[in-house]
């Protein structure tokens, strides 16, 4: 059974750091694309980055490039997000999916979040 746990969401201050982790079982990095995406109240979900490890490909968002980082770390089936530079509006409800394959286009599994709220 393939499960992904979020870890790692927490309130932070304008400007700050946090990084989140995706930590999955039942399935390798070297099968899935791992997205991580977020919810703010009243938008629509949205896509903030995505890696491949089998493709060594990543993605992120305008929004967040520069300053969110994607990283993998295959011994421990995990998926890491840096966030730096945090501002308000990155606050949401940040959940990590996995896609079968090399993108992040079709999602087949999601975990249950983690909330980040930055405060100004």
């Known amino acids: 059974e393939v499960q992904l746990v979020e870890f790692g969401g927490g309130l932070v201050q304008a400007g700050g750091s946090l990084r989140l982790s995706c930590a999955g079982s039942?399935?390798?990095?070297?099968?899935?694309?791992i997205g991580w995406f977020r919810q703010a109240p009243g938008k629509e979900r949205e896509e903030v980055s995505c890696?491949?490890?089998?493709?060594?490909?990543?993605f992120h968002a305008a929004s967040v490039k520069g300053r969110f980082t994607i990283s993998s770390d295959k011994a421990k089936n995990t998926v890491y997000l840096q966030m730096n530079s945090l501002k308000p509006e990155d606050t949401a409800v940040y959940y990590c999916?996995?896609?079968?394959?090399?993108?992040?286009?079709?999602?087949?599994?999601w975990g249950k979040g983690t909330l980040v709220t930055v405060s100004s």
């Open positions: 039942g399935f390798t990095l070297d099968d899935y694309a």
């Open positions: 999916a996995a896609a079968q394959g090399r993108r992040c286009d079709v999602m087949d599994y």
């Open positions: 890696v491949s490890t089998s493709a060594g490909s990543s």
